[in-house]
């Protein structure tokens, strides 16, 4: 028995090693240039695929080949990513979701060259180069590791990596050569994935979408160390490698059987899914960027797209049964619209969701349920599945849901689909009357028609604009009273159902259950086709689905994967198919913002841009009188029209004691002291003011009431009723409204569907009509005329303010709260908010206004406050 133990220690010893350099190069990549390389697995295929070449095929002698593919080959792939892919998102200041997407692309571009080079088949005569030993992969391992730690804490090269780790820009401006580090970063990160290839490949399948999605998994060990400790990285992935040899002994009776097996093959599946549902995401942000220009297509494009979806019902044979996969293909990816164009969110896990809507099918009509009922209960279970998988992740930062989704992906297709007591001989019926293939082809077009018209009332409506916001701005949709979790949450689900009733139709169009047809790699495949087509669009789903099946139709696979990785690794560079072919938006001038984020996500203020473009016209209530400040905020909010009530006229009951903070302590993460027993009165009707030098504590305070801060100590109260545990949108809900430091518009949409937002989110539901409250905040700003159906990209700075005051007011609060609200603003724009405010007070509202603007503060607030040093001095 003690033999045996230390038989499979030695040998989970040897997958744990491999999985060690995956880790080792994971981490160092990461830490060099801030990416999470996706791609890794592929360039470790590419390079087992290249030795095998050199070696097998070329008859090269096994050092030649494995030195010129190891110190040639992978450092040249790792430095050709970075000059191509890489180094131009970095420059373009990028975000972590889009350079995920470009690792994605190149994850699926590799593979896809890898088939169209080598073929899909699996092979199995790659060179063996250490042998089984584990001691010798062992060594290989702690050497690497050794080599690394020696030369980021001894050389002047590993002071600089932990410069550009710590502060890319500080390390910039201190002289150092920051593209150099990331090229090194690069190179070294390809050379361990090379490394881990030529080593596992003797071992493991050698095909074009096994071995990468192997490596894949190895992620966990790197998230696990944070991405930035070797020592945690190594021990985990040797401690998971031992783990899994010796789960192998376990041979439990019955049902437990397979799974300890499946366990003991897949331990390193179930520990990414652990990372990803329980440790904190990688990297700071976790939904992609807004689309940059909202696509309007030409109307003849549905027609001409209604047209070709049509031609199949003339086709026979095996056309038409090719030709039966792309409405299916098409309403998984139209899953991918809900979640991810219009949610922002990363799902790498679609395929899974789209087999479990198959299996469940097939099982429910194996066991005589009819198809129709079928089809409804499995696709409740998906969307259950859904959001039972995502919601551990999607409460949680980084690209935690881009990872728990890819984990349960591969966990799904190892677990379940590649499982023969889950899917053995199974055969899914199609509906009766629907048998011949093509008044299935008829049926399929129908559902995919109804999916099409459902997801654009939803986009239309309430939720798919909230879900806009939530993409464009998150903490600012969070203010306007959105529940961001939530409303993810409800996306996942509906994303989920739509993929289960995708992957259910294709089943049934193939009347079999094929594990390959829900194979994690097609989930990237999906992915990366859904963003390089345009994923907000509706027109993206059909073409991506006619364009993988025409394009794997043919004899040779991977010409799809080939040529959508391409587009994907460009993805930040070229404009979306789609976008390409709708209308465009007018063109923003030269001085305002960037089209593609809103100011505050870069951390950057834009100029100001001097007057609003259109002068808008007020209507309505005041005649048609032109605004004297060019489209300005007017002095005095006019008579509300049709006797409505006054957007910012919501009021609490008499007697109302306003916000109240009392004895609030914060302390950030490090220690310093943000809020020092802190108490301070919001009361209706008058303007607070807090004023104070640069880290005075001032933004704390004003978080701790806003509910994006949770102090350590103290009650936020509101008319006697402690709100200190109530997060930002409910605290919008109840009444506080806020505006931002730097800018937390939604560039994405109109200034109209901006101020909306904030009537239909953040509104008390007796406040009357959103409608109403829309127009008449945008009439109180001078937004409404040609100016509301703008949208808000590309807008100067002075009329995003308006924008957002006008926003915050739509929902009818009786507390304002406004950090800053002159920043960027010119003198005639700032007179005018000073106006605004003084009449708002005036008419009952607590206002309390954080500013650096010592004239605008006396000329308006009934009470000022003074902070210095985390407490309130006066
Ligand atoms: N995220 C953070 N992590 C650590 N310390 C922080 C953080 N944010 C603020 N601080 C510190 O907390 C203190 C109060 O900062 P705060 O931003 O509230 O000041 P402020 O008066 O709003 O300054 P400013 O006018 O520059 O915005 C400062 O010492 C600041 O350095």
Not at 273 to 279: H, I, S
Request: hydrophobic share 50%; proline share 7%.
């Amino acid at each position: 028995m003690a033999s045996l133990t230390y038989e499979l220690t030695l040998a989970g010893l040897a997958i744990g090693s491999a999985a060690a350099l995956t880790g080792i190069g994971l981490v160092v990549t990461y830490r060099a240039t801030g990416v999470l390389n996706l791609a890794h697995g592929a360039i470790a295929m590419v390079c087992a695929y290249a030795l095998r070449q050199f070696v097998v095929v070329w008859d090269w002698p096994l050092a030649l080949g494995t030195a010129v593919t190891l110190l040639l080959v992978a450092p040249g792939l790792g430095l050709a990513l970075d000059r191509v892919v890489f180094r131009p998102l970095a420059r373009a200041g990028s975000d972590p979701t889009r350079t995920l997407v470009a690792s994605i692309g190149v994850f699926v571009l590799l593979v896809g060259a890898a088939a169209l080079l080598w073929g899909t088949g699996a092979r199995d005569d790659a060179p063996v180069l250490l042998g089984d030993d584990p001691w010798a992969q062992l060594g290989a391992v702690v050497v690497l590791a050794c080599g690394v730690a020696a030369v980021t804490r001894r050389t002047r090269f590993g002071r600089e990596l932990r410069a550009v780790v710590d502060n890319r820009p500080l390390a910039v401006l201190g002289g150092i050569d920051a593209d150099r580090v990331a090229s090194v970063g690069w190179a070294f990160g390809a050379f361990t994935a090379g490394l881990t290839g030529v080593l596992l490949a003797p071992y493991v399948r050698l095909d074009p979408y096994g071995m990468p999605l192997l490596v894949v998994e190895v992620i966990a060990v790197a998230v696990a160390a944070r991405m930035r400790s070797l020592p945690v990285a190594v021990g985990t992935a040797l401690a998971i490698g031992v783990a899994q040899a010796q789960l192998t002994r376990l041979h439990p009776e019955g049902w437990a059987g397979p799974l300890v097996q499946a366990l003991g093959a897949n331990l390193f599946v179930v520990a990414l899914l652990v990372v990803a549902w329980v440790l904190p995401g990688v990297g700071a942000k976790d939904t992609l960027p807004p689309p940059s220009v909202p696509a309007r297509l030409p109307p003849g494009i549905w027609l001409v797209a209604a047209v070709l979806f049509l031609l199949p019902l003339g086709l026979g044979g095996s056309d038409l049964r090719t030709s039966m996969q792309v409405p299916a293909l098409a309403i998984v990816l139209l899953s991918l619209v809900v979640v991810t164009g219009r949610g922002g969110q990363i799902a790498l896990g679609q395929a899974a969701y789209a087999g479990l809507g198959a299996l469940l099918t097939g099982v429910l009509t194996g066991a005589g349920r009819p198809a129709w009922a079928a089809l409804p209960v499995a696709v409740a279970a998906v969307a259950v599945a859904g959001g039972l998988t995502a919601w551990p992740a999607i409460r949680r930062h980084g690209l935690a849901l881009a990872l728990a989704t890819l984990a349960v992906g591969v966990a799904v297709s190892r677990f379940v689909f590649a499982q023969p007591y889950a899917t053995a001989g199974l055969s899914l019926d199609r509906p009766p009357g629907f048998a011949d293939d093509r008044a299935y082809y008829a049926l399929e077009l129908a559902v995919l028609a109804a999916c099409l018209a459902l997801v654009a009332a939803l986009r239309r409506g309430r939720a798919g604009r909230a879900l806009a916001a939530l993409r464009d701005h998150e903490p600012g949709a969070e203010a306007a009273g959105v529940p961001v979790a939530r409303l993810k949450l409800a996306a996942f689900v509906a994303g989920a159902g739509l993929a289960g009733l995708g992957g259910a139709l294709w089943g049934m169009s193939l009347r079999a259950f094929d594990p390959e047809a829900y194979d994690p790699v097609r989930a990237l495949l999906w992915f990366a086709a859904l963003v390089v087509l345009g994923a907000d669009s509706l027109l993206a789903p059909l073409l991506g689905a006619a364009l993988l099946v025409a394009l794997d139709a043919g004899p040779r696979g991977g010409v799809a994967a080939a040529l959508i990785g391409l587009l994907a690794t460009l993805n930040a560079r070229l404009p979306t198919l789609t976008a390409w072919l709708s209308t465009r938006a007018p063109a923003p001038a030269a001085g305002r913002t960037h089209p593609h984020r809103p100011a505050a996500a870069d951390g950057a203020q834009p100029g100001t841009g001097g007057p609003a473009p259109d002068t808008p016209t007020r209507t309505g209530g005041t005649g048609g009188n032109h605004s004297p400040a060019g489209g300005r905020a007017q002095p005095h909010p006019p008579a509300p029209a049709g006797g409505a009530p006054h957007p910012a006229s919501a009021r609490r009951g008499g007697g109302a004691a306003g916000l109240r903070a009392e004895g609030l302590v914060y302390a950030y993460p490090g220690g310093v002291l943000g809020l020092d027993r802190v108490g301070v009165d919001v009361p209706p009707g008058r303007i607070t003011a807090v004023v104070g030098a640069n880290g005075a504590g001032k933004s704390t305070l004003f978080g701790c009431l806003a509910g994006s801060l949770r102090p350590r100590a103290g009650r936020v109260v509101l008319d006697g009723t402690d709100i200190t545990h109530r997060p930002a949108h409910t605290r919008t809900r109840l009444g506080i409204a806020r505006s931002f430091q730097q800018l937390a518009v939604f560039p994405s949409l109109s200034v109209e569907d901006n101020v909306r937002i904030g009537a239909e989110q953040g509104g008390h539901r007796r406040a009357g009509p959103p409608g109403q409250a829309t127009d008449l905040a945008l009439r109180l700003f001078g937004l409404d005329g040609a100016l509301r159906r703008l949208p808000a990209a590309g807008l100067p700075t002075g009329t995003l303010r308006r924008v957002e005051l006008a926003r915050a007011l739509a929902g009818r609060p009786h507390t304002l709260l406004l950090d800053e609200p002159a920043a960027g603003l010119d003198a005639a724009e700032t007179a005018d908010l000073a106006r605004v405010l003084a009449a708002l007070a005036a008419d009952g509202l607590a206002v309390l206004v954080v500013e650096h603007d010592l004239d605008l503060v006396a000329g308006i607030a009934h009470t000022v406050h003074t902070m210095e040093g985390g407490r309130l001095v006066s």
